[in-house]
């Protein structure tokens, strides 16, 4: 069964940090532009960040920059977003996407080939 698990999420302090992950079972992330993006109550999803699967290029939102590190294993099949620094406004659900196109801003907003069911994250004091 082709799927892709989120978990790491929770409750954090201001400035605090999270490291989600992303498994995958029944495909191969190898051969796949990995992403993530979110979705705040309100507001339109949003690309958070992104690895090609040919040269391991990445793009992260300017949102993010400085703060996120995207980074895969690929013996564990599973791709991590670190999140550093973390900020009221990065509370949101995110959900990690798998799909064929090359890693940019624009293609991390779809479509894509396998997403998961989303992890959340809340930034709160």
């Known amino acids: 069964q082709v799927q892709l698990v989120e978990s790491g999420g929770g409750l954090v302090q201001p400035g605090g940090s999270l490291r989600l992950s992303c498994a995958a079972s029944g495909f191969t992330l190898d051969y796949y532009t990995i992403g993530w993006f979110r979705r705040a109550p309100g507001k339109e999803r949003e690309g958070v960040s992104c690895?090609?699967?040919?040269?391991?290029?990445?793009y992260y939102a300017d949102s993010v920059k400085g703060r996120f590190t995207i980074s895969t294993d690929n013996a564990k099949n599973t791709v991590y977003l670190q999140m550093n620094s973390l900020k009221p406004e990065d509370t949101a659900v995110y959900y990690c996407a798998a799909y064929h196109y090359y890693c940019s801003g624009y293609t991390l907003g779809g479509p894509y080939d396998y997403w998961g069911q989303g992890t959340q994250v809340t930034v709160s004091s």
């Open positions: 690895m090609g699967s040919s040269d391991n290029s990445t």
